[in-house]
C-alpha cells in the first residue's frame, strides 16, 4: 500500500510539472517566436495562445493530478482543506521545476537566433536595455505605475479569475459547466480574455510558477540578480508576479465561498 501511494504521488507530480510546463513552453515560446524571428503576433494572438495551452494542459493533467499548474491554486485548496497538506510542497516544487524546464527548452531552442538578436542590437545582458530580451520569459511589472498599483491590478485579476474557475467547477452550476469536456476550453477564454484586458494596463502572471521558473533560469544564464529586481531599485516589484497571484486567488476563494456558495445554500433552505 506504501508502495502504491508513493507511486500515485510521483505519478501526480509529474503530471503536474508536464502541464505546468505546457502552458510556460507554448507561452514564452510564441513570445520567443514574436520578438526574435520574421513572425509578429498581435497581443490578440498571444493572449489566444496562452488561453489555447492552459486548456491543453488541463486536458492533459486533470484527470492524474487535478490539473492546479499552479502554485496559487494550491495554496488556496490547501488553506480549504480540498488537498492532502503532504501534497502541497511536492505539487509547488513540481511546478516551479516544470515551469524552469520548459522555459530552458525554450531558451536553448532559441538559442542561436537570441544570441543574435543580442549582437545585432548591442545589447549586454544584466542591464537595464536587456529587460527587452528578459521580458520573453518573464513577467515585469509596468515601472511607469506605483508598486500599489501594480500589485492591486495582479490581485484583482488572480481574484477576478478564481471568481470564475470556481463558479465554473461548481456542480450545482445549472448550466452544467463543470462537464469535463468543455471547462478546459472555458477556462483557456478566461485566460486569454484577461490578458487581452488587462496587459494594456499591466502585465500579469495569474501564475507564480509561471515567473518564477523563467526568472530562477535568466538568473543562472547572465542575468543574476537582475532577473528578479528587472532593474528596478524598489526590490519589491520582485514579488508582484508571486506574491500577488497568491493573494488574489485566496481572495477570490474567500468572496465565491462567502457570496456565491452561501446564495446557493440559502436558495436550496428556502426551496
Known sequence: MTIFRKKNIIQQCFFEFFGTGLIVFFGIGCLAASKLTNVSFSQFEISCIWGLAVSISIYFSSSISGAHLNPAITIFFWLSSKINKKKVLPYIFSQIFGAFFFTTLIYF?????????????NIIIGTQESLNLASIFCVYPNYKNSFIYDILVEIFSTAFFMIILLEFNNKKNIFFLYHNSILPILIGILVCMINLVITPLNNISLNPARDLGPKI??????????????????FLYCIIPIIGPILGTNLGGWIYNKVIINNYQKKNNFL
Not at 112 to 121: A, G, H, P, S, W
Not at 217 to 234: D, E, H, K
Open 217 to 234: 533560469l535568466l538568473s543562472l544564464t547572465g542575468w543574476g540578480f537582475f532577473a528578479f529586481s528587472g532593474g528596478n531599485s524598489n
Open 109 to 121: 531552442l532559441y538559442y542561436d537566433l537570441f544570441i543574435l538578436f543580442k549582437n545585432k542590437n
